[in-house]
């Protein structure tokens, strides 16, 4: 073994169907671990087994978006166009290893970033609400496999989604933006979905949504409510079965923020309509004075009114 290198003893890796023979693997790279895995006879097409160890049960996979940036809130189009990391997690007895002792300076957990986990099985999850996931160059990708067969993924994205809103109250609306997470293939016999750390079957638990702070000029989200708010927030994610398939909803809580529209708009108005009002205390026999007082105020807020709705849904 090079110097300086870290060597993996693998033993005893199991499958859904065998139990392999203790042998020695010494992996070096995610090339040697596809090598190994190969040579063991993975077959990354199929799904792992649940947690019996057989394949009369589902893959349990949880997910969650670790929310970075929220880009923008399109009302008129009804979408949001957010950043951040979608992550998910499953158990996959076939990547299993004996973990090294303590102190050992064998690793205990593999890393493979972009193409290099090309090899593994991955659920084919997709975004039923997407609108547009937009690339960019830079964005990455990581995955990990401990000793005990544990995956976990993490995918830098950008997402462009599509939501229902409500404008009856504008300006003092309230929405939730939702990230819809589903397998494109598999129904509940095959694969389960839950938010990190959340239980099986219909309903919230879990954490769907973890983020920072997120600064808005114009949208306050659930950390802006609490004590600290520098502390960020965390919501749970919802799930729902349709058609024998499970659909997570990760969400993300906004309030309008109405101090703009408070300021720019409502208390204007009210300031305009008051100075129309004031054509009643003009002699009658100066029109010109009237008249203006009555129609430059109305043309003025009917601008203004114009301002609003460009950004509103017709």
Not at 95 to 101: E, G, S, V, Y
Not at 191 to 205: K, M, N, T
Not at 207 to 220: D, K
Request: charged fraction near 20%; charge should be negative; include cysteine.
């Amino acid at each position: 073994m090079p110097a300086g290198k870290a060597a993996l003893v693998l033993l005893a890796v199991a499958t859904a169907a065998q139990e392999y023979n203790n042998t020695e693997y010494p992996i070096e790279s995610a090339a040697d671990f596809a090598r190994v895995i190969g040579a063991r006879g993975y077959d990354k097409s199929r799904r792992p087994p649940c947690t019996n160890g057989t394949l009369q049960g589902p893959t349990i996979v949880e997910v969650q978006l670790r929310l970075t940036q929220v880009n923008e809130i399109d009302q008129k189009r009804g979408t949001a166009t957010v950043n951040g990391y979608f992550r998910s997690w499953w158990n996959d007895p076939g990547l299993k290893f004996d973990c090294p002792p303590t102190g050992s300076v064998c690793p205990s957990t593999l890393s493979f970033q972009g193409d290099d986990a090309s090899a593994l099985w991955k659920p084919d999850l997709y975004f039923d609400n997407l609108v547009e996931k937009i690339g960019a160059s830079g964005f990455s990708s990581l995955v990990s496999v401990d000793c005990q067969g544990n995956v976990w993924s993490s995918e830098q994205v950008r997402l462009q989604v599509k939501f229902p809103m409500t404008l009856g109250r504008f300006p003092y609306d309230d929405h939730v933006v939702e990230i819809i997470v589903a397998s494109y293939s598999l129904t509940n016999s095959d694969l389960r979905i839950v938010p990190g750390g959340g239980v099986l079957g219909d309903g919230a638990s879990g954490i769907g949504i973890s983020a920072p702070q997120i600064p808005s000029v114009f949208w306050s989200f659930p950390n802006d409510l609490a004590a600290d708010p520098s502390q960020g927030f965390e919501t749970p994610g919802v799930v729902e079965t349709t058609d024998g398939r499970e659909f997570v909803a990760l969400q993300i809580p906004i309030s309008r923020e109405s101090k703009f529209y408070i300021d720019q708009v409502i208390i204007p108005c009210q300031l305009f309509l008051d100075l129309s009002y004031m054509q009643f205390f003009v002699p009658a026999s100066a029109v010109p004075a009237r008249a203006a007082l009555a129609v430059i105020p109305v043309l003025i807020m009917r601008t203004m009114f114009d301002s609003v709705y460009q950004s509103l849904p017709e």
